[in-house]
Antibody
């Protein structure tokens, strides 16, 4: 069974940083590209970032470019998102998701970790 | 990249059919047969219901179907059931530099 478990969220002040983690199991993690998607409270899904299977290629939404960094450790079956220079508008549930067989959109999703940016 | 356009809400009675539209542009929905649909119940993670416009993952009811015409994709749910009440999101590939874009979401109410 595919499982994705996020952690690392919490309350952080504007300008602060966090590292989000996503522990993967139930599939060969090193074979899959991965996404981060976020959802502000009461709002819709917004794509954040994507990384290829060996970590050599990354893509970001314009809204987070230069502030967020996606990475992975295939030996630990773990995906990361370093979030920095945080703003109030970054407050959201952050989901990690596996890229599906279509090679583009997500298929399996984790339960998410909440990041709250507030003073 | 702008979000895909979905109606904010749709409703239907048990047993009826409803359709949710997802309108993009010639740069996303219109260019690729890489449209997915997700169901999200309150407080839960999204669940993949349709991928590649019209394919159903294993375990998803055949009451769910997808289609596309031009820049608009659609999700149809037939034989509405109470448990179908949820938010639904479309998602389209938009190319290697931006990856994917989501719709704004549609709240389905089963009357």
């Amino acid at each position: 069974e595919v499982q994705l478990v996020e952690s690392g969220g919490g309350l952080v002040q504007p300008g602060g940083s966090l590292r989000l983690s996503c522990a993967a199991s139930g599939f060969t993690f090193s074979n899959y590209w991965m996404h981060w998607v976020r959802q502000a409270p009461g709002k819709g899904l917004v794509w954040v970032s994507r990384i290829n299977s060996d970590g050599s290629g990354t893509t970001y939404a314009d809204s987070v470019k230069g502030r967020f960094t996606i990475s992975r450790d295939n030996a630990k079956n773990t995906l990361y998102l370093q979030v920095s220079s945080l703003r109030a508008e970054d407050t959201a549930i952050y989901y990690c998701a596996r890229m599906g067989v279509d090679g583009a959109t997500p298929d399996y999703w984790g339960q998410g970790t909440l990041v709250t940016v507030s003073s | 990249q702008s979000a895909l356009t979905q109606p904010a809400s749709v409703s239907g009675s048990p047993g009826q059919s409803i359709t949710i539209s997802c309108t993009g542009t010639s740069s996303d929905v219109g260019s690729y047969n890489l449209v997915s649909w997700y169901q999200q119940h309150p407080g839960k993670a999204p669940k993949l219901m349709i991928y590649e416009v019209s394919k159903r993952p294993s375990g998803v009811s055949n009451r769910f179907s997808g289609s596309k015409s031009g820049n608009t994709a659609s999700l149809t749910i037939s034989g509405l059931q109470a448990e179908d009440e949820a938010d639904y999101y479309c998602c389209s590939y938009v190319g290697s530099s931006t990856a994917v874009v989501f719709g704004g979401g549609t709240k389905l109410t089963v009357l």
